[in-house]
């Protein structure tokens, strides 16, 4: 059973900056792209930044600049650093690991952890 288990999200205030962490409990975490994902009230699941297995990013437009993300393959943990968060920042932010081969698509999602930013 793979588990992701995120945490660091917190109440903040605008300007303010946290770290999300995402622990994977898989051997084979090297191979599997991390993506974290986020969804406010009323709105649909976006994507918010991707880092591939050979360290490729991307962000959505909405962070660029302001959002980091890492991964730490020797502790199979993928990290989100937001910096400069904004009141539309507030979501419950998702961690998911995706890995595609010839014949299949295996993808694993956390629980979700809360930011929200004051403003």
């Known amino acids: 059973q793979v588990q992701l288990v995120e945490s660091g999200g917190a109440l903040v205030q605008s300007g303010g900056s946290l770290t999300l962490s995402c622990v994977v409990s898989?051997?084979?975490?090297?191979?599997?792209?991390v993506g974290w994902y986020r969804q406010a009230p009323g709105k649909q699941r976006e994507a918010v930044a991707v880092?591939?297995?050979?360290?490729?990013?991307n962000y959505v437009d909405s962070v660029k600049g302001r959002f980091t993300i890492t991964r730490d393959n020797a502790n199979n943990t993928g990290y989100l650093l937001m910096n400069s968060l904004k009141p539309e920042d507030t979501a419950v932010y998702y961690c998911?690991?995706?890995?595609?081969?010839?014949?299949?698509?295996?993808?694993?999602w956390g629980q979700g952890t809360q930011v929200t930013v004051s403003s």
């Open positions: 898989i051997s084979t975490f090297s191979m599997y792209a």
């Open positions: 880092i591939s297995s050979s360290d490729h990013t």
């Open positions: 998911q690991i995706k890995r595609t081969s010839k014949y299949e698509t295996y993808e694993y």
